[in-house]
């Protein structure tokens, strides 16, 4: 049962019914051991959080940022501030000198806590010129610190100012204060394509997506969870919180290239997650079994068409399977998918939100068949997460989006555009009225640029309305269906469609390289590196077959006419994408102006 208490005793409130209970998990770096923090130490670190920050002087309401990767003291800071009234900041671990420089100063921050050395020495840069921004508070104790400064601390001599709790007074009325108009966060967005807008999150806003969550989904305190996704995303923070208002237990997985370990480690019930993830999961499965025996192959082929029919033809359209179906799933459930579960780490699976971008059809399709109830989602940063998702015990389709939170108004308005209204809704951008007045008409509408309509009770995207495409001959092209129905062969591992006052589609392709170069020996195909394999007019042709055979469905001006192979991944680096992995358009068809002209040329 849900915890209703507001985030600013959330943690107490429930040390008080919970005490030695594990609520954290975290595996500790020198031994490999994932270690329990329970919720009488949750509390007490949060505690001393509230009474440190009031030593040094934060003020209610005062802007205080946390730029590290998922680490449990990122939560002890989250909801120490929530205790006196102030703003957390956070930051996406990558983020950059710049984008941390100009995030101080948007939202006048005076003090940063850190994580690891790559955090604290880019902060560190930015602290050196900034004459806002005056302390760094370190979480990790091995980081060394520059020698010039005097300045920083550690995480655990910052708690030391708090130890003795001569300012809990003071904390305790703050608390009282508090007031669910406060601000909460300020969850800067990754903008792609320009820069990061402040989106302002009040207490209300979370409190409405709580206790909307309450009975959408099957969550309880015996339930583990996996953290995943940054703490930074509005996905993850507000799901995160939901699942501490319930109980469970949070595992927080500090690196994401570690997440399949951690999982075989933890036995998730739980994770949050993008579809990108899922997508991963399906190359996997479908490079095994490509590689499999031929017994081998036909069980993993017959237990997925079972399961199917099953759970994607029965279960999921809230209709009783046949009792020799039934016995036929239940014989592949305890053999052939518990173990392909179990390598996983996802033998006690519960269920799984899913949302941030399209989630590709036959993946969807895939994740059900396997037995796992995934529950896809829509939502943005300035709705709190979800406006929508599928709920467990009513009839979910394939390529929705789910119902609609209880709670949130829903809308369509020209070009289909989704448009919102509700307690979930933020009131606009941090610092930025001319944004959040061209966001949030008169009528307090805030239009999300997606368009979609609704069908049976069930939402549906369509596209995004300012991504839409319209080649040279006036035909529109919706990039991200395309991209979402291509991505899942297994030779590719990401493509960006190029269209926009083109006269066809053509697309930069991110391949497989380890399958191409199995396939260029296999076939004779001569190479030397990346470049000779991507620049390869056979492994060009081969790719390209396949891409034919994957959109046949769409019109031939949808259609992609030729592809680039790129030798190299998309990188933050070069600012291809955001912190959350998007893609940023305008910098890649820069990046790479070259090579799609060449596609172009007569």
């Given amino acids: 049962m849900q915890n209703k208490s507001p985030l600013s005793v959330l943690i107490h409130d429930q040390a008080a019914h919970y005490g030695a209970r594990e609520a954290l998990l975290f595996r500790n770096d020198k031994t490999g051991i994932w270690e329990p923090i329970s919720w009488n130490e949750f509390s007490l670190n949060v505690r001393k959080v509230s009474n440190a920050l009031l030593e040094l002087g934060v003020e209610a309401q005062e802007n205080v940022a946390v730029f590290a990767q998922n680490m449990p003291q990122s939560l002890f800071v989250d909801f120490g501030a929530y ?106 967005t990754s903008g792609t394509t320009g820069l990061s807008k402040g989106v302002m999150m009040t207490h209300r806003m979370y409190r409405a997506a709580l206790a909307a969550h309450e009975h959408a989904i099957p969550l309880s305190d015996k339930d583990v969870i996996m953290d995943f996704l940054p703490f930074t995303h509005v996905f993850e923070r507000a799901w995160s ?149 599928d709920r467990y015990n009513q009839r979910m389709t394939i390529g929705s ?3 609609v939170l209880e709670g949130v108004q829903v809308k369509f308005g020209d070009n289909n555009e989704v448009l919102l209204k509700g307690d979930t809704i933020t009131k606009g951008y941090y610092r930025k009225a001319e944004v959040t007045e061209r966001s949030i008409d008169q009528d307090g509408w805030f239009h ?44 590719i591992d990401q493509i960006v469609i190029v269209a926009d006052q083109r006269k066809f589609v053509s697309a930069l392709i991110i391949p497989d390289y380890k399958l191409l170069e199995e396939l260029a020996v296999q076939h004779n195909v001569p190479f030397s590196n990346r470049e000779e394999l991507c620049a390869s007019p056979e492994i060009v042709r081969f790719v390209m077959y396949r891409i034919d055979t994957l959109q046949q469905e769409f019109a031939h001006y949808e259609q992609v006419k030729r592809i680039t192979l790129l030798p190299e991944p998309l990188s933050m680096e070069r600012g291809e994408l955001t912190d959350t992995l998007k893609v940023k358009r305008p910098v890649l068809y820069s990046n790479y102006a070259a090579q799609i002209e060449k596609m172009y040329e007569e």
């Avoid at 319930?246 to 997440?259: D, K, R, S, Y």
């Avoid at 309509?453 to 369509?462: A, I, P, Q």
């Avoid at 035909?475 to 395309?482: N, V």
Wanted: glycine share 6%.
């Fill in 83 to 188: 205790g006196i009234r102030a703003v957390t900041v956070p930051f996406y671990a990558t983020s950059s000198e710049m984008q941390v420089k100009y995030i101080v100063s948007d939202a006048s921050i005076r003090y940063v806590f850190v994580g690891e050395q790559y955090q604290y020495d880019t902060a560190y840069r930015v602290l050196k010129l900034s004459h806002q921004l005056s302390k760094l508070i370190i979480f990790d104790p091995t980081v060394e610190k520059d020698s010039q400064d005097q300045v920083s601390l550690y995480f655990h001599e910052f708690l030391k100012l708090g130890e003795s709790f001569r300012h809990q007074a003071e904390v305790d009325s703050r608390t009282a204060d508090y007031d669910q108009d406060d601000l909460a966060n300020i969850l800067y």
């Fill in 401 to 403: 989006v789910g119902r």
């Fill in 241 to 389: 919180y939901l699942c501490l208002a319930t109980g469970c237990t949070l595992a927080v997985n500090q690196h994401p290239a570690e997440i399949l370990r951690s999982m075989q480690e933890v036995h998730p019930t739980c994770m949050c997650a993008v579809p990108r993830f899922w997508e991963k999961v399906y190359a996997g499965v479908q490079e095994r079994i490509a590689t499999s025996s031929p017994i081998q192959r036909k069980l993993l082929l017959d237990a997925l068409k079972v399961g199917k029919a099953y759970n994607v033809d029965y279960k999921m359209r809230g209709l009783v399977p046949p009792v020799a179906l039934k016995m036929q799933y239940l014989f592949y459930e305890k053999t052939v998918i518990a173990l392909l579960l179990k390598n996983l780490g996802l033998e006690n699976h519960n269920f799984f939100p899913t949302a941030g971008a399209t989630i590709p059809p036959v993946v969807e399709e895939f994740i059900h068949s396997a037995g796992i109830m995934m529950l896809a989602g829509y939502g943005l940063t300035e709705s709190t997460a979800t406006v929508s998702c």
């Fill in 448 to 491: 999300t640029g997606d368009a979609g309509y609704m069908k049976d009770g069930e939402l549906y995207l369509t596209d995004r309305i300012k991504d839409l495409f319209k080649t040279s001959n006036g035909k529109y092209i919706a990039p991200q269906m395309l991209e979402s129905k291509l991505v899942v062969d297994r030779y």
